[in-house]
């Protein structure tokens, strides 16, 4: 008599969490395109988009540990599926931003700058509550490769926002960028809401196969540690600066890449979007592999140095491939580098967050929430920065300081992956099972 097959609900989940990853990423990288028109229409100038860029971050950062705590109290079936709801709500309003008056901008850049506040508010609890999920449904040796699918997500929704958004905007006009793409947030925040749950047993579709193959240990629901008691952990600590370089370089690609296509290169706008998209297609392609090679490594050498090996490499490489792209004489070139850039700094995403979920056992929420402040707060210095720098100097100076803060990070992670003093080979760098086969 053969064994029941396990069903497959927690792939679904992973699926679903890189449904908002995608849908979350569309919801704030669609103003980084409709910024071509609305600036002049609205009279805002690049500094103060740059401003308006920040106060996402802002928002985002602000509620990133609180968001955190929110799941870890009321569960990630209400937090992400209500996060999701306020994204449609704040991105349509962005629609109906007034123009101004006067020639200074300032009822627009008010409007602008408080939903885009609100919009990083909403959206805080999303990679920090995913981590969570995945948490709490997937097994130690499969963790940062279903990671990944959140992130490949995101990767997705910038190669395809930046075409689709141009398009869009020079037919409909930019008002209606944010009209549109607010509608697949209402649509996701409904379907979590309605197939999701907080633990694999509370779901009615899966059997029991499914479960002895899920987190059991996240079902027995246990609080060991105050949240404030993590910041005397010293990996914690330097896992979450290290997290301020991923925010800084991330956050160029996302908000500035378009506009350095258009203004450097010379791509016109339709044809900016569409280049735009390659290096995320390349990062589409990195972000799982990355997570499927970390799963491996840490099956042999513990989850910490495989972290290590990852985000050493891929920061590295893509450090140098910035720099690359900066001075680059041909376009081709400059392209090519950029997307390896974006691929190798995507692949190693997964590694950040599995490593946080890892150090922080059950306040998983929480130290997400507060690794993802300090990678904000690295945005919020490179969104502003990067127009000062660009006017004060030039766009080689505002791409190099990428290649300068990747750099910063490897070397910290040098001391993150260290064993402690009197150590063994153990807790931290105790190697993770074999996986163990699906089948029958």
């Known amino acids: ?225 105050g949240f404030w008691s993590l910041l005397r952990n010293r990996k914690i600590l330097l896992l979450c600066i290290s997290y301020m370089a991923e925010g800084y370089l991330l956050f160029i690609f996302v908000f500035w890449l378009y506009t350095y296509l258009i203004e450097v290169r010379g791509f016109s706008m339709m044809n900016g979007g569409l280049i735009t998209a390659l290096p995320w297609l390349t990062g589409l392609l990195f972000t799982p592999l990355g997570g499927f090679v970390a799963d491996r490594i840490a099956v042999r050498r513990g989850r910490l140095v495989a972290a290590k090996y990852i985000i050493m490499t891929g920061y590295l490489l893509s450090a140098v491939l910035l720099f690359v792209a900066a001075y680059a004489p041909s376009r081709t070139l400059c392209i090519a580098a950029l997307c390896l850039s974006v691929g190798f700094l995507m692949g190693a995403e997964a590694s950040f967050w599995v490593s946080a979920t890892y150090l922080a056992g059950d306040r998983a929420g929480a130290v997400s929430g507060l690794m993802n402040t300090t990678g904000i707060i690295g945005g919020i210095f490179s969104t502003s920065l990067v127009p000062i720098l660009v006017a004060r100097f030039n766009w080689l100076v505002a791409l190099g300081s990428g290649t300068v803060v990747a750099i910063a990070c490897v070397s910290l992670w040098i001391l993150i992956a260290k064993p402690d003093e009197g150590a063994s080979v153990g807790s931290n760098y105790q190697a993770i099972p074999a996986l163990q086969k699906e089948r029958m």
């Open 1 to 225: 008599m053969s064994e029941v097959k396990a069903t497959h609900v927690r792939w679904w989940i992973v699926a679903m969490l890189t449904g908002l990853g995608f849908v979350s990423y569309l919801q704030r990288i669609n103003i980084s395109v409709a910024a071509a028109l609305m600036g002049p229409e609205l009279h805002l100038s690049k500094i103060q988009m740059g401003q308006i860029f920040s106060s996402f971050l802002i928002g985002y950062a602000i509620f990133q540990i609180p968001g955190g705590l929110f799941a870890d109290r009321f569960g990630t079936r209400l937090t992400l599926a209500l996060s999701a709801a306020l994204w449609g709500v704040c991105t349509f309003l962005a629609g109906l931003t007034p123009a101004s008056i006067s020639a200074m901008g300032g009822l627009s850049f008010l409007v602008l700058w408080l939903v885009r506040f609100f919009l990083g508010s909403a959206e805080a609890p999303t990679y920090p509550v995913g981590a969570l999920a995945v948490h709490n449904w997937i097994r130690p040796p499969e963790r940062a490769y279903a990671n990944s699918w959140m992130f490949a997500g995101t990767s997705l929704a910038a190669a395809f926002a930046t075409p689709f958004v141009s398009w869009l905007m020079l037919r409909m006009g930019w008002r209606w960028v944010f009209f549109i793409t607010s509608l697949p947030a209402f649509s996701i925040a409904l379907a979590w809401w309605l197939f999701s749950t907080n633990t694999p047993r509370e779901h009615r579709l899966i059997n029991e196969a499914e479960l002895a193959l899920t987190n059991l240990e996240s079902q027995q629901i246990h609080r060991t540690a």
